[in-house]
């Protein structure tokens, strides 16, 4: 983890949030490579969720709703962890981590510490809308996507042609006054989300059913990017830690380096959204069947994930040192670059003008690194670092027989190409 954090703001995916101020603490800002590889992942999950897929829709709804929304989710009321304050220092930490509840008393340098009874602390980050600060201007942050996807049931259904079974998917920002962010990018205070909300008829069956499919099929995503598969894991919720309004809830964990941990979240969540915005609202939400007229109150099987931490697991599986090498070894279509162009020498007008354009032929179809800097060595040293599959270089040779040297980042491999065959070969390569 410390080699990959360190990694990370080297070769610029992730830096600290507002480093130069002395940082703000839960928040991250992705660099050049990191906003790359954010954009691929993100990208890649719309593709299989929205374009391929008859059944999904995508929407983008506002960070900031009606207070009431949030009322009617129960947010405001229950988005809570119970927390116990230091009475020395009044820093409050979760009572379920004795870890980090002990490794606190330690600070204290042996005096005594006392700490208040678990208290509830809202976890909604709170904002202020119009020019007059006061209650009635008090807004929230979103806590999490799901709702901006539910108050726009209706709306969806009366512009789209979709029928039940059908899903609304969403990427979003999402914000929560965590108490205690930490490890790395795992637990910020600001963050990314994707989610499918799956509509399906209100029947025991059924239900079942689609938590089965989207298990499965969420599984199958994360080992088709390339994660091992014996650091993932089901996790099926006891009947008394699921959230009171989901029928059946699973998370899909991941071994990371401080164990087992949830990265994302399958639920079916009954009609529990749908009903509650349907009270609050005083608007039906029931859908009518177009053939039978039967009219319902959907139920709504979720998945759910952020971005950063299956960003963060994937680079932790990607994470390789072999024979003296450090690489990334992420599936060329998350990799940020797909292919890096040097001329073997900065100072060869010929040779720069040859690599020059192929860099300029590939760059309409990938996103391609261009570095003549230093020798060799240290340019490919500086791709795997971040991921790039292949590196192309063209010397003295290319100029005569038009070939160029293809050197693969997982095997350190080097073969001979006809330039010519270039788009051809990373095509194939990259869309395996
Ligand atoms: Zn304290």
Same mark, same amino acid.
């Given at each position: 983890?410390d080699?990959l954090?360190s990694l990370a703001k ?9 480093e130069?101020?002395?940082g703000l603490?839960g928040?991250?800002?992705?660099g ?6 954010k954009k691929?992942y ?9 374009q391929?897929r008859?059944?999904i829709v995508?929407m ?14 129960g ?7 119970p927390?116990i304050e230091?009475?020395?220092? #009044? ?11 002990t490794? +606190?008393e330690? $600070? =204290?340098?042996?005096k ?5 009874e678990p !208290?509830?602390?809202? @976890?909604?980050?709170k ?6 600060e ?7 942050l979103?806590g999490e996507?799901?709702n901006?996807? #539910? ?6 259904v009366d512009s789209?042609?979709v029928?039940?079974p059908?899903?609304?998917? !969403?990427i &979003? ?5 965590e ?6 990018i795992?637990r ?6 994707l989610?499918v909300?799956?509509?399906?008829k209100p ?9 089965e499919y ?11 990017? &390339?994660?091992k598969?014996?650091?993932?894991r089901?996790?099926d ?10 029928r059946?809830?699973?998370?899909i964990e991941?071994?990371?380096p ?8 399958? #639920?079916h969540r009954g009609d529990?959204?749908?009903?509650? =915005? !349907?009270q609050?609202s &005083?608007?039906?939400?029931t859908?009518?069947d177009? +053939? $039978?007229?039967?009219?319902y109150?959907?139920?709504?099987i979720?998945t759910?994930?952020g971005?950063?931490?299956?960003? @963060?697991?994937?680079?932790?599986d990607a994470? #390789?040192?072999?024979d ?5 070894k992420? +599936? ?12 073997l020498l ?14 300029? &032929?590939?760059?309409e *179809?990938?996103?391609?690194a ?5 020798n060799i ?7 795997d670092?971040i991921g790039?599959?292949?590196?192309i $270089?063209?010397?003295f040779q290319?100029?005569? *027989?038009?070939?160029?040297?293809v050197r693969?980042r997982?095997?350190a491999?080097?073969e001979?190409?006809?330039m010519?065959d270039?788009?051809?070969f @990373?095509t ?5």
């Open positions: 983890m080699k954090v080297r070769r610029g995916f992730i830096f600290p949030g507002s130069i101020y002395g603490a928040m991250w800002d992705w050049p490579v990191g906003s790359l590889l691929n993100k990208d890649l999950w719309w593709k299989e969720m929205v391929l008859d059944d995508g983008d709804a506002a960070i900031m709703m009606n207070t009431r929304a949030w009322e009617a989710s947010h405001t009321a229950a988005f809570t962890d927390l230091c009475k020395i220092c #009044h820093e409050r930490f979760r009572p379920d981590k004795p870890d980090e509840v490794t +606190h330690a $600070t =204290h340098k042996g005594k510490v006392e700490w208040t !208290q509830k602390f809202n @976890l909604l980050v904002a202020y809308l119009g020019i007059i006061g209650k009635q201007s008090e807004i929230f979103r996507i799901t901006g996807v #539910h108050v726009n049931f209706k709306n969806v789209t042609r029928k039940i059908f899903g609304i998917a !969403q &979003g920002k999402a914000f929560r006054n108490i205690t962010p930490g490890n790395f795992f910020s205070r600001e963050f990314e989300q989610e909300q799956f509509y399906i029947d025991e069956a059924e239900g079942k059913k689609w938590f989207w298990k499965e099929n969420r599984m199958e995503w994360f080992l088709k990017l &390339g994660m598969k014996e650091n993932l089901f996790r919720h006891a009947d008394d830690e699921r959230a009171h309004y989901a059946l809830a699973t998370d991941y071994n990371a401080w164990g087992w941990q949830e990265m994302m979240g399958i #639920h529990w959204d749908l009903s509650r =915005h !349907q609050f &005083g608007k039906t939400m859908f009518r177009p +053939h $039978t007229n039967e009219e109150l959907p139920w709504d979720e759910s994930s971005l950063e931490r299956p960003l @963060l697991f994937l680079l932790l994470y #390789h040192e072999e003296g090498r450090t690489f990334l992420l +599936h060329p279509k998350l990799a940020p670059y797909k292919a890096a162009v040097f001329p900065a100072n060869k007008e010929q040779l720069v003008e040859k690599a020059r354009e192929i860099y300029n &032929g590939l760059k *179809d990938f996103m391609v261009w570095d003549d800097r230093g060595g240290k340019r490919y040293a500086s791709q670092e790039t599959p292949y590196c $270089t063209v010397d290319s100029l005569e *027989d038009g070939m160029v040297t693969d997982d095997t491999q080097q001979r190409i006809n010519i270039i788009k051809e @990373l194939r390569k990259i869309n395996y």
